[in-house]
């Protein structure tokens, strides 16, 4: 099982918006405190990505002001972030994006969780020229419309599940299989995140040649995907690959529990933030999940140290 992404990027996120806030002192308040703005999922689909994501920022600013804060043109200034509850819907993001900006004066926004909410987030930072640094939105179109003001610390979701693919094709190769005789099934949510990770498997799919026999939507509460694991089941595909966030992946694997549905190689989207060892034991071995980061990365800082360390 892969590591848990969200604190991680908003350490990254925390660090970019330093660089932004280091460049615009005037807008530190009297009480040596810079406040930066989010709205977020509290509740609503989304609530455990929207928990691990201010867990993220709010773990990243403790360590930034444990170590004295940020220097702004020589001045020591701290960190803390205003929040509102976007209940996991886009039009609220806006809204309260609208808010912080003109009713509370926020300057430095972090973004929202998901790529719909980060969508909309987007054209209002934009109009008013305020930076938004975000880790979770990370369909590959927030990046194609030319935004001055969105700066983003991951890679983008045509990424997320492809190298599963090529790494069953590598495999393949090795036992003696062509990738061209290997079998894809795939489900997926019908949102800008999961369906740019489609994207990327049926690229990669298309790459070598494999052929994919199950091509299904999630349905809208993700709570039943028998139907889809049932043509899995019969049609035995070497590689099975899921994104439904992390109720999609919490159904998908009790299910596949449930119903004896198995694969040579199975990938999902979000396994590590729906904590699949600890609801479903040994059923969730070999279970691949994409991740940000990994401890054996060279990267360090002063505040976070390297990578293991963290």
Not at 1 to 24: D, R
Not at 190 to 212: C, E, Q, T
Request: a neutral charge; proline letters at 5%.
């Amino acid at each position: 099982m892969s590591k848990k992404i969200s604190a991680t990027a908003q350490g990254a996120v925390a660090a970019a918006v330093l660089a932004a806030v280091a460049a615009l002192p005037q807008q530190a308040n009297a009480q040596d405190t810079i406040q930066l703005g989010s709205a977020i999922s509290i509740t609503g689909k989304y609530s455990q990505e929207g928990k691990n994501a201010s867990d993220g920022y709010n773990f990243a600013l403790k360590k930034i002001n444990d170590a004295g804060g940020v220097d702004v043109g020589g001045k020591k200034y701290k960190l803390e972030v205003k929040y509102y509850d976007d209940e996991s819907t886009p039009a609220r993001t806006a809204q309260l994006l609208e808010r912080l900006i003109n009713q509370d004066g926020i300057k430095f926004v972090l973004g929202p969780y998901g790529s719909g909410p980060t969508k909309a987030a987007a054209p209002v930072t934009e109009k008013y020229k305020i930076p938004m640094v975000e880790a979770e939105g990370a369909s590959r179109s927030l990046f194609t419309q030319g935004y001055k003001y969105l700066f983003a610390a991951l890679s983008t979701s045509e990424q997320y599940l492809s190298p599963v693919v090529d790494l069953a094709a590598e495999l393949g190769e090795k036992n003696g299989k062509k990738p061209s005789a290997m079998k894809v099934a795939m489900a997926f949510e019908n949102d800008p995140f999961s369906l740019d990770v489609r994207a990327g498997v049926v690229d990669a799919a298309k790459r070598h040649g494999m052929k994919i026999v199950v091509d299904d939507k999630m349905p809208r509460d993700l709570a039943d995907i028998s139907a889809t694991l049932t043509k899995i089941k019969a049609l035995k595909p070497d590689v099975v690959v899921f994104s439904g966030h992390t109720k999609g992946a919490t159904t998908a694997t009790r299910q596949m529990k449930e119903m004896g549905v198995n694969a040579p190689i199975v990938a999902m989207t979000h396994c590590e933030s729906a904590d699949l060892v600890g609801k479903f034991g040994p059923a969730a071995n070999g279970i691949l999940c994409p991740t940000q980061w990994a401890e054996t990365l060279k990267y360090q800082d002063p505040i976070f140290g390297t990578a293991m360390d963290y």
